[in-house]
């Protein structure tokens, strides 16, 4: 005798963890909650009813189920709506990386095949420029901040402002599988590659992030007031947008980046949780206007992410009283898959003890099932020195490169994701990354791990920002070479004497120092703010 | 152009929300924390090692996907690993009301169809006594906490002991939807009912509460240590046992309810969150050794459900220096959908202000969607007056009760769950369950909220325990009788007195005050310990 659910009604109600329901709950408890765009604020009852009377406005020009919309566009409150309108209706929304070259910002919307386009007043002059190549687009709805209306010659041409004035549309209770984003990310090499993601992945993913931003140092309560600074064209501005509504959080927006005004809003907002690349709060903290906003800085809250968090940059963070911990994701992890926060070994360590677990990859989320393989196929030891690749497996990673079934298989290979990261995983469990495999320096065939070298000399007065990158030797296959950006005096010596000194305590071995330091006045960036060590290597070969 | 991702590798891992993959996180982040059973203790590692043997041996008996296992036992490490083992390869766990009375335990597991039962050694006497009327049991599995074996005349008879000998299992990575629990649900009226939750279910249920729990004024971390005093035969033990290993918690059980060990146990382990009805939080603070160990009481937090929480109740145990919160759900729903968190409006409130607001029925916990309908269909106005039926829906409820179409469609009615549960909501979004729908007293064509009138007289002085109920009133069609447990001097006067100085306030109506104020010495009780307020009324019929 088995059971079987023979006689479920009809009427039961199966939910689906889409947007539409998911969102539900926050809309109804936190109806006063407040999304703050420069001097614009909406409740969390305007913004909801406004996003919905978009839904209705985008569906009324034709945009369907499964249509792609492109965004262009700043961090602005329009984004914020159309972040939630475009998967309320089943559209896909293309978040496209306005930093990218135009070239590439066309290619990837070919690629995704836009259908509409969202485009914010400043950006249409370019479009229009090559209105002819976008012969796959059906409808251009463009806007200004002010709300007056736009002209262009893009066509068919709609106004946003135009869309927002209809009655609300009742959300269809979409399959939970349907897909919600899609984005592109640059490799090191070749075109960007798109990455998918389903309302599923996005609802999960942000589950999982409320539950582990509560807990210490982050300490996340409904208190908080977010800002992230990561763009919200860059894998969702790593689900803030959704994890702050959900929990009830003023959001504040940031708009085009420029930090004496952000630092501005941080203070008048009194702003207490972001999220940023390592350079973002670099920036941040040097700026001009940080020393006057000193008071507004102490005790914000920042997960710092998108490359390791060098510990001399932590400890500067530190003196404005601010709590850095750090994260780890891809865009095709949606992105979040670690975050360092502490647990009940690292609690008990001194606050400078506790540091380089706070700027470590971290430890997985809820759902995140993380192994560190090594080269011979087997896990690595809890024991902070076994390098192998991190592989993993949540409900929210990508189903694959759209329309690239080859690259696609690499990273899928036995059902678990390949990050391409090499790290190690130390006896409390936190992960390391001690390099990019593309980035690692094999030398005499083993791998110098460059993070545990630039996070070293970020360590040494005068140094601003540091890359290690391998140069070819025809001895050793590749030798390591510091590219550094000073901040005041240093010199070679000082920066070399600094890492002996860590080979006796057996942090580094001795034929890991680099055998050059080169100073540079700035680092290259990719798109996406990181350090471009494809172009410092290039650098090195052409020299 | 539509987004189509013909492209997905087929080596794409589709995580299933299922035990397998949710508890493989905690298990590797957590490795060190305890479980403990007086004096044994596991660690996490242990445990789950100890749990995939366990699993290895259900399966070596032949224990099946879809099979109901049926357990019978208090809250033992047993019943712990059970709640894991079960599920974990597929089949249900049947977890047995060890509170009903001997016909109701067999009915139920007929009706179940329990094919596998598990048992303590102590309930092995009763069962051999009956066991031809078992036919449909086709294997008996028993235990007793030496781990030595239990002789019986049950057939086919296997040993736990034995069944946890053998290695671990690997166990299957189920679709989500696969049924994990069946157990009864008393109604006052007809016999218990069946309800079926599936492992997505309870995953998505964990989660939530992970969220919730850690706000304020609950705050939880991974430094509380658990002791649910809710029995694990009774819903999920409102899923303790999985909140608590989810996030790296310290889980202590209590075994039978023994007020005396449980104290010792809290202050041995330093218990500082628990859940219970109000009835054992009585029982406990009134217990003789209560003040003997009130150091280890205070801090205690508390979720207090399964029904209302008097006023009283919750000043004693602020008087103990306890944190005590309200909590609402059913047995139909997993069971959690609200617990009385503070929000950004009751936190600005003195304590005293606050506690109304704690006690009350609470805040709809992430992903859950609760309407509050009056008699005309519509939701009833956030004024705190309107009186309407709870309906909800959420990714956790049960989809029917087992074998039974007709209670499952006015279960399921316009596909919402129906609670039965009458309430108002506040303009701070708190809900307040003002009566059962078929407690509620109707007096006069119009309802009588007997919970306000119970919460009013439970302040008075030597009242331990109220219950109100309906008396058949020829005028009135009913009046309301108030029954009274003293714990010192009261008379039916004071307490009648002290409700009319709440008229003026416009607490209550005059012609709500009860006709009479019956004293008893206990109160009768349901199997799960409630009021049994059906067998009140029935008192009131025969007199």
């Keep these: 005798m088995q059971l079987k659910i023979k006689n479920v009604s009809s ?59 492109g965004v262009i566009d700043w961090d602005t409150l329009t984004y914020m709506k159309l972040y939630y309108a475009i998967p309320m209706i089943g559209a896909v929304m293309h978040t496209v990386n306005i930093r990218y070259p135009q070239e590439l910002i066309y290619l990837t919307m070919a690629h995704a095949g836009d259908k509409y386009v969202v485009v914010r007043d400043e950006f249409v002059p370019v479009l229009e420029k090559y209105a002819s190549m976008f012969d796959f687009v059906k409808g251009w709805i463009v806007y200004s901040d002010s709300g007056s209306p736009v002209s262009s010659t893009l066509s068919p041409l709609y106004q946003l402002s135009d869309l927002e004035k209809g009655g609300e549309c009742e959300p269809p209770d979409l399959d939970e599988n349907t897909w919600a984003t899609v984005f592109y990310t640059s490799g090191t090499t070749g075109l960007p590659k798109g990455v998918t993601f389903k309302q599923r992945d996005l609802v999960l993913h942000t589950l999982a992030l409320l539950s ?36 009830g959080n003023k959001y504040v927006l940031p708009g085009r980046y420029d930090f004496g005004k952000i630092l501005e809003l941080i203070e008048r907002e009194r702003v207490t949780f972001s999220t940023m690349v390592p350079s973002i709060l670099y920036m941040l903290l040097t700026h001009p206007k940080a020393q006057e906003h000193a008071g507004a800085l102490k005790g914000l809250k920042v997960i710092v992410g998108g490359a390791a968090l060098p510990k001399g940059l932590a400890m500067m963070a530190r003196g404005f009283g601010m709590t850095v911990v750090g994260g780890y994701g891809l865009s095709e992890t949606c992105p979040v898959l670690t975050i360092s926060v502490l647990n009940d070994y690292t609690k008990k360590l001194s606050p400078e003890e506790q540091l380089d677990y706070l700027i470590s990859t971290g430890l997985p989320i809820p759902m995140v099932q993380l192994k560190i393989v090594g080269p011979d196929g087997k896990e690595v030891a809890r024991d902070g020195k076994g390098v192998g690749e991190i592989v993993v497996r949540t409900p929210w990673l990508t189903e694959g490169y759209y329309k690239d079934p080859e690259k696609t298989k690499e990273l899928w290979a036995n059902g678990w994701l390949h ?9 409390y469990g936190y992960v390391h990354i001690v390099d990019r495999e593309k980035d690692a320096v094999k030398s005499g065939g083993e791998f110098i791990p460059t993070l545990v070298l630039e996070n070293l000399i970020s360590e040494v007065n005068g140094v601003a920002e540091v890359a290690v990158v391998g140069r070819p030797d025809p001895k050793w296959g590749e030798r390591p070479v510091a590219f550094v950006v000073k901040k005041g005096e240093v010199t070679e010596e000082a920066i070399i004497k600094h890492l002996e000194g860590y ?41």
Tied chains: 1, 2.
């Design 212 to 247: 582990v931003m509560k807990n210490e140092p982050l300490s996340l309560t409904s208190d908080d007031v977010f800002m992230s600074l990561v763009p919200m064209f860059h894998v969702h501005s790593w689900g803030m947008p959704y994890v702050a509504v959900a929990n």
């Design 503 to 543: 080979i006796s305590a057996g942090r580094i071995q001795k034929w890991w120092i680099p055998d050059q330091v080169i100073f540079i006045d700035s680092m290259p960036r990719t798109s996406t703010n990181k350090i471009d060590k494809k172009e410092l290597r290039a650098r090195l070969q052409a020299s």
């Design 11 to 69: 009427e039961y109600y199966r939910y689906n963890l889409n947007f539409r329901n998911f969102f539900m709950t926050p809309e109804s408890l936190y109806e006063n909650r407040e999304i703050v765009y420069f001097d614009k604020r909406v409740t969390f009852k305007e913004f909801f009813r406004e996003t919905r009377a978009l839904c209705s406005g985008l569906a009324g020009i034709g945009v369907k189920q499964g249509d792609v919309v």
């Design 419 to 427: 990050t391409g990261d090499l790290a190690t995983v130390d006896s």
